[in-house]
């Protein structure tokens, strides 16, 4: 089966107004009308239909960073599925490994999440990852392990093969390191592995799993030729359109 490569920019809590359009412009004309691979773009929420306004109608798409599981109500300073399809959102990243570390996010609440964005007609990106201790202790399968079945707690086969998984080395993430094309494979065969027993062979080989932490343009066409990597989640270098772009044209056409 051929799984389209999926490449976002994860833009954290960066630029404003007038950067976030000109940012967007600058990797829609790069990027042109017939790109090989699916892109979308995630600015932070203030700026989500400034985004749109500039994605409509481009083969760009886009993505929030982070969602409230609930309906309308009484739950000040928060966004849900709603607010986002409303301004265009196909996508939206789940449990990323600052949200669980700095905001305190565990597997059950990115579970709501998941079954909120998906009630919502939104993709959602479920990130998981382990950190260099968990690593050098040998511990990085059983991590990743509790993170999945927890974090899809409550998933059936019919929309699991929808959704999409991102592995980012916590390690790896805005430091400079990268985990080699051998360490990545590895991790992401063993994802689909497990995506498999708990779903169906099949199903697991429907199911992206994207790689993030310090993807750039000169590492990206190495790991994005891995046989079970099927994209990437980028940060820094989503925030200049020719870095996105170059890691956009490394990938191989899907």
């Not at 960066?14 to 042109?32: D, P």
Request: some cysteine; charged content about 20%; hydrophobic content about 45%.
């Amino acid at each position: 089966m051929t799984r389209r490569i999926l490449i976002a920019g994860n833009w954290k809590m960066n630029t404003r107004s007038a950067a976030a359009a000109s940012l967007a412009k600058g990797v829609v004309e790069a990027v042109g009308k017939s790109p090989a691979v699916e892109i979308a773009l995630c600015p932070p929420s203030v700026y989500l239909a400034t985004v749109s306004e500039v994605t409509a109608g481009t083969p760009v798409e886009l993505g929030a960073q982070n969602l409230y599981a609930a309906e309308d109500g009484a739950f000040t300073g928060e966004v849900n599925a709603a607010m986002l399809t409303d301004v265009g959102c196909q996508f939206v990243i789940l449990g990323h490994s600052e949200r669980r570390q700095l905001m305190g996010e565990t597997d059950a609440c990115v579970s709501k999440k998941l079954h909120a964005a998906l009630a919502g007609n939104l993709t959602p990106i479920v990130c998981v990852g382990e950190t260099l201790e968990q690593r050098e202790a040998d511990e990085t399968e059983s991590v990743i392990e509790t993170q999945i079945r927890g974090s899809l707690e409550g998933l059936d086969e019919a929309r699991a093969a929808g959704i999409v998984i991102a592995y980012e080395p916590v390690w790896a993430i805005g430091t400079g390191k990268v985990a080699s094309k051998e360490q990545a494979e590895a991790v992401h065969a063993f994802i689909r592995d497990l995506l498999g027993k708990m779903f169906t062979p099949d199903v697991a080989e429907q199911i992206r799993i994207q790689y993030g932490g310090s993807v750039k343009p000169g590492n990206a066409a190495e790991l994005l030729s891995q046989p079970n990597i099927d994209g990437a989640l980028v940060g820094g270098a989503s925030l200049k359109a020719e870095d996105f772009a170059g890691i956009i044209n490394a990938a191989p056409a899907s």
